[in-house]
């Protein structure tokens, strides 16, 4: 079960932490990976270390703000394996600030990061899995997508997505006739480039133990078996939900 052999999947923001993981997940259930993000460097290292796992794997340096390179990006993955699969939606990052004190610049600096990003990659690789009637989409929401928090002020980072987790049901119920099934992941708390700096503060470990039931951070690799899960063949009858990977944090 679970085996992604001679799928193509491609993975936004796998430079750095979460979605270079889930991308080394694919390749371990023998996908070959486009691993997409804006520092090239770090995508090229990372792409030796998946095609070293016996899979090809693509480097693509995206800005996924920018509708001309996710369309030229788009592209280039038909030209390169005649497909796409999967498709990660997992880029992001935030501006944070509460609602009374955001600018309007860091405001649409993380709308278009986290929800209009979303919106352009899934037009642009979404027309190839038409095409095909086949295709696993993947959003990585958050669980700041579900609920308000009292840790840190991100009011826009909190609407981004929440606006991914219904642009996942609704693009769930317009793709279904297409044999195209989209659902979300909700990350908690992961330690990663985005997310350090707040993390390792005792102010928020105490926040953390006080909050998440398990009582600590999400590992790494730790989101990958949920990703696996819904780009398998045997997810094929789950389209519109919303998986939230958090230690139990949005249960309490
Ligand atoms: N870590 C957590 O606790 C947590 C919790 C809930 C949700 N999430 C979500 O998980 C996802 C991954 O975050 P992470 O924690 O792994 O953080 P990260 O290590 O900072 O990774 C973010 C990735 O997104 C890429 N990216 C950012 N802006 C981009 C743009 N405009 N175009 C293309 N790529 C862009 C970055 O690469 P470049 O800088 O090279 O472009 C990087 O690869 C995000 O959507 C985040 O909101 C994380």
């Given at each position: 079960m679970f085996s992604l052999t001679g799928r193509v999947a491609v993975v936004t923001?796998?430079?750095?932490g979460l979605g270079y993981q889930m991308a080394k997940g694919f390749a371990g259930q023998g996908a070959d990976v486009v691993i997409m993000a804006r520092r090239l460097e770090k995508l090229e290292k990372n792409a030796d270390e998946i095609r070293a796992m016996g899979v090809r794997c693509l480097p693509i340096q995206c800005d996924v703000t920018s509708t001309e390179q996710v369309e030229k990006a788009a592209e280039r993955v038909i030209k390169e394996?005649?497909?796409?699969?999967i498709l990660v939606n997992n880029a992001g990052g935030s501006r944070n600030a509460g609602v009374l004190d955001m600018t309007d610049e860091d405001w649409e600096f993380t709308i278009n990061t986290d929800l209009t990003s979303v919106f352009k990659v899934t037009r642009a690789f979404g027309k190839y899995m038409v095409e095909r009637r086949y295709g696993r989409i993947i959003n990585i929401a958050s669980i700041f997508g579900q609920v308000g928090n009292t840790a840190i002020n991100t009011i826009a980072y909190h609407t981004a997505k929440g606006g991914v987790v219904n642009f996942t049901r609704a693009v769930a119920a317009e793709l279904a006739k297409y044999n195209i099934t989209c659902n979300a992941i909700s990350p908690g708390y992961f330690e990663t480039e985005l997310t350090k700096d707040t993390l390792d503060t005792e102010e928020f470990t105490q926040f953390m133990k006080a909050t998440v039931p398990l009582g600590r951070y999400g590992r790494e690799g730790e989101l990958n078996a949920a990703a696996i899960f819904l780009a398998?063949?045997?997810?094929?009858?789950?389209?519109?939900q919303n998986i939230k990977v958090d230690g139990g944090y949005t249960s309490v």
């Open positions: 923001g796998a430079s750095s394996f005649g497909k796409v699969d398998s063949d045997e997810a094929s009858y789950i389209t519109g």
